[in-house]
């Protein structure tokens, strides 16, 4: 068995792990790394969340350390258990492992509260009751300075009581918010006294109406960092211009005692972009509600729980990260690099199998009726301990529609009046025609086998063919669905803006949608086929790899998905040796 991709190779190093050699060698943490991988739970995870898990665990797991499983739940009216159950399952189904170490930002509601009134207490925070409309026309821009809001100037007293009668719930939705109080000149608009807390009567899916008022993301996410005792603290570039505020509030923090030094490190890096999908989760939702998929577990989707089923690995998943690697500047990955990593896997992963997705009959007129002997087929070509598996033969077959050509294009090499060809791993057989209903279509195949040229029986070699096909014994076949998958936007870039897009209105990703992204056939497979478990993956020659339906499939009824085609197309492979 080839091994080249299931085990993970040494890490390339690159700018983080090349930071965190620093830290270890000046001693900062005494050698101690601990990172986090921080979702959401508002929507299912998805291929670039993978590349973020995939560098906060691995790092983790390269350096002896730990990963924390964090779910930043500040944001309660679009988030749910749904979601943090789905997430923790494609956390696990990659491989990784949090031991101890999952946590939930709600948990930290009373600590991070308390950091609010001790901002307010040194002067550092304000309670600003402003419009929104108004904070927005004082922000200022690139060029400009903010203008200070007329509320800037309260009392710390005034302050905290206000603050404390916000959390009370005696003011509604919107009317105040409390802001850092930094500096409305800074050349960073981030800096330019952000809020920190707003009031929100919404039902939180784990603390329920405990609250009213909850904090904002930016001033959250460093506050969990630190309870966390967080080292490095690894997020993607567009957080960049929030480093500034990162710093300075667990400066502060740590300068009122919440927090010990050394304080987590935030670094960035560039998220990944894919071809043909869309990594948004705002917009996978618009997918899933508009019904465009079967949900965010469709095959199609470019979600983990979605590439579960589609049956990519988690394998390949980890080959791909470790491939594209991380990097300062954004760019595109290609998808064909990404279904690229899964077939390398599944080449080696998955045991081999015959399918015939578009039957059509094969009769072999000189072979007994009633009866039909074994063939013998190798579950993987280069692992020979996989051993063979039997596949019956017999008058009956099933081949490929597009096996047979009643007047051959040049080089055709397959089944044509006349033509010989093997059927692999059984006979070689000689076509002699074919027959058709009376509107003129085909319905079968005709050809005569030479007894003497079974597959692995002495004397076979001696039959010279050029064409080399799949087959199924039709009375033993298999008969089930097969879902083949195409790309579920039909072109590279789905949410770019196009030239014809209407001024101010968002490229509508959804019309750029693959109309063929999904054909279902009703396939011959060979009969091992039927006794194949939720997820058992498999190659069905020429035709690519595929995996039974971890939902659909019954016991004894699996049905199959295709999770990627093979590279190498069969007019390449059609002169090999049988
Ligand atoms: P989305 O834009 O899809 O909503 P998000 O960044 O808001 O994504 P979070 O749940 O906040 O989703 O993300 C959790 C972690 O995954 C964050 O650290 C985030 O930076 C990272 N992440 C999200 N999208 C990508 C991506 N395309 N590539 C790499 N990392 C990503
Ligand atoms: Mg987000």
């Given at each position: 068995m080839t091994n080249a991709t299931a085990a993970t190779t040494t890490p390339a190093s690159n700018f983080i792990r090349n930071a965190v050699d620093e830290d270890n060698r000046t001693g900062k943490w005494d050698g101690r790394v601990?990172?986090?991988?921080?979702?959401?739970?508002?929507?299912?995870?998805?291929?670039?969340?993978?590349?973020?898990?995939?560098?906060?665990?691995?790092?983790?797991?390269?350096?002896?350390?730990?990963?924390?499983?964090?779910?930043?739940?500040?944001?309660?009216?679009?988030?749910?258990?749904?979601?943090?159950?789905?997430?923790?399952?494609?956390?696990?189904?990659?491989?990784?492992?949090?031991?101890?170490?999952?946590?939930?930002?709600?948990?930290?509601?009373?600590?991070?509260?308390?950091?609010?009134e001790s901002l307010v207490k040194a002067g550092k925070a304000y309670v600003d009751s402003q419009s929104a409309d108004e904070m927005r026309a004082r922000r200022g821009t690139l060029t400009e300075a903010g203008i200070d809001s007329p509320y800037r100037t309260r009392s710390a007293e005034e302050n905290l009581d206000l603050l404390r009668r916000m959390r009370a719930g005696e003011f509604p939705d919107g009317a105040h918010v409390l802001r850092a109080k930094i500096g409305m000149d800074s050349p960073n608009i981030n800096m330019r006294d952000p809020a920190i807390y707003r009031i929100r009567r919404a039902t939180h899916h784990r603390t329920g109406d405990k609250w009213c008022i909850y904090p904002m993301y930016t001033f959250a996410h460093p506050i969990e960092d630190a309870i966390e005792n967080v080292t490095h603290s690894i997020c993607t570039l567009e957080f960049e211009d929030q480093r500034p505020f990162y710093e300075w509030l667990l400066e502060t923090l740590a300068d009122a005692g919440h927090f010990p030094r050394p304080l987590p490190r935030q670094i960035e890096f560039a998220r990944l972009n894919l071809t043909y999908v869309v990594l948004s989760k705002r917009k996978l939702i618009q997918l899933v509600e508009g019904g465009h998929v079967g949900g965010w577990n469709d095959p199609r989707m470019p979600t983990l729980s979605g590439a579960r089923r589609r049956g990519f690995t988690p394998e390949g998943f980890r080959l791909f990260a470790e491939r594209i690697g991380v990097a300062k500047a954004d760019s595109w990955i290609d998808m064909s690099v990404l279904e690229e990593c899964m077939r390398e896997h599944l080449n080696d992963a998955a045991p081999r199998r015959i399918a015939v997705l578009d039957p059509l009959k094969l009769i072999i007129t000189n072979y007994a009726e009633g009866t039909s002997e074994l063939c013998q087929a190798p579950n993987h070509p280069l692992a020979p301990?996989?051993?063979?598996?039997?596949?019956?033969?017999?008058?009956?077959?099933?081949?490929?529609?597009?096996?047979?050509?009643?007047?051959?294009?040049?080089?055709?090499?397959?089944?044509?009046?006349?033509?010989?060809?093997?059927?692999?791993?059984?006979?070689?057989?000689?076509?002699?025609?074919?027959?058709?209903?009376?509107?003129?279509?085909?319905?079968?195949?005709?050809?005569?086998?030479?007894?003497?040229?079974?597959?692995?029986?002495?004397?076979?070699?001696?039959?010279?063919?050029?064409?080399?096909?799949?087959?199924?014994?039709?009375?033993?076949?298999?008969?089930?669905?097969?879902?083949?998958?195409?790309?579920?936007?039909?072109?590279?870039?789905?949410?770019?803006?196009?030239?014809?897009?209407?001024?101010?209105v968002e490229h509508d990703f959804i019309a750029d949608l693959n109309p063929a992204s999904i054909r279902v056939v009703e396939a011959r497979l060979e009969p091992a086929l039927r006794a194949a478990h939720p997820e058992d993956r498999f190659q069905f020659e020429r035709h690519g790899y595929f995996i039974a339906d971890r939902f659909d499939s019954a016991e004894g009824a699996p049905v199959f998905n295709r999770t990627v085609t093979l590279k190498a197309s069969w007019t390449k492979n059609e002169g090999g040796k049988a």
């Open positions: 601990e990172t986090r991988f921080p979702p959401e739970p508002n929507g299912y995870l998805h291929y670039g969340h993978a590349k973020s898990i995939c560098l906060n665990f691995g790092l983790a797991e390269s350096y002896g350390g730990v990963c924390h499983l964090r779910f930043d739940d500040t944001n309660p009216e679009k988030e749910s258990q749904e979601y943090v159950d789905s997430i923790i399952a494609a956390v696990r189904w990659l491989g990784f492992d949090w031991k101890q170490h999952l946590y939930f930002a709600s948990d930290y509601f009373d600590i991070m509260y308390a950091c609010a301990e996989w051993g063979l598996r039997d596949m019956p033969f017999g008058r009956e077959l099933w081949i490929e529609r597009e096996d047979f050509m009643e007047t051959p294009v040049k080089g055709f090499r397959r089944l044509y009046p006349g033509n010989t060809v093997r059927l692999r791993y059984g006979f070689v057989v000689k076509c002699t025609g074919c027959e058709k209903d009376a509107a003129g279509n085909l319905t079968a195949v005709l050809a005569e086998y030479f007894p003497d040229s079974k597959s692995g029986t002495p004397g076979a070699d001696h039959y010279k063919v050029k064409g080399n096909l799949h087959w199924v014994s039709a009375t033993h076949a298999y008969t089930a669905e097969v879902r083949l998958y195409e790309r579920l936007f039909a072109v590279p870039h789905p949410d770019a803006r196009r030239e014809d897009d209407a001024e101010g």
